[in-house]
């Protein structure tokens, strides 16, 4: 099983502010690692895949980068809607298992 | 329009089941892979089955093999879990996704299985 370490394991920030959280995997996933917000009371949405790629009709502020066992995920300038708990996962195993991590919670400072 | 709807959860005892069931619209649903992800409230999600196109290929997550089968109609455009010998550890939300890549690109609201004695 590929294990997914998050952190930090939350973050305070104000509006306007960058985040920057992180996902290490247990072993390299090559670029096959998507990244997930959920708010409360909602199901996960994607945000990244394969690593660095944006899905349909997420801001331009969200970019994500990394390769192998290291993952970073940036928001450029927090806006309100964006503090909300971010999970990263990794689909490199075949057959699937498919892995998240613990996620980070993003919060208003 | 996109909807995806989970239904059937509930609550039940340890070794009972349950059939979860997932109506999907406007998702081409029999063109993609589709899965069962589970959440409990406060941790990460949990992927735990997956079907290929046409319900031959079934994957599973080693806790719930044999105890949990996962199905699609694409005829109804639905999608199923059949849960069986249910464990305390089995509760979260169930989250009916579709699978593009490998990663979860569309959610449903998910539906609730609680297993309590």
């Known amino acids: 099983e590929i294990v997914l370490t998050q952190s930090p394991v939350s973050l305070s920030l104000s509006p306007g502010e960058r985040a920057t959280l992180s996902c290490r995997a247990s072993q390299s996933v090559d670029s096959r690692l998507a990244w997930y917000q959920q708010k409360p009371g909602q199901a996960p949405r994607l945000l990244i895949h394969?690593?660095?790629t944006r899905a349909t009709g997420i801001p331009a502020r969200f970019s994500g980068s990394g390769s192998g066992t290291q993952f970073t995920l940036i928001i450029s300038s927090l806006q309100s809607e964006d503090f909300a708990v971010y999970y990263c996962q990794q689909y490199k195993n075949w057959p699937p298992w498919y892995t998240f991590g613990q996620g980070t919670k993003l919060e208003i400072k | 329009e996109v909807q995806v709807v989970a239904s059937g959860g509930g609550w039940v005892r340890p070794g009972g089941s349950l059939r979860l069931s997932c109506a999907a619209s406007?998702?081409?649903?029999?063109?993609?892979?589709m899965s069962w992800v589970r959440q409990v409230p406060g941790k990460g999600p949990e992927w735990v089955a997956t079907?290929?196109?046409?319900?031959?290929?079934?994957f599973y997550l080693d806790s719930v093999k044999g105890r949990l089968t996962i199905s699609r109609d694409n005829d109804r455009n639905s999608l199923y879990l059949q849960m069986d010998s249910l464990r305390v550890e089995d509760t979260g939300v169930y989250y009916c996704v579709r699978e593009t890549g490998a990663f979860f690109d569309i959610w449903g609201q998910g539906t609730m299985v609680t297993v309590s004695s």
């Open positions: 406007g998702i081409r649903f029999s063109s993609y892979w």
């Open positions: 394969d690593a660095s």
């Open positions: 079907v290929n196109l046409d319900g031959n290929e079934k």
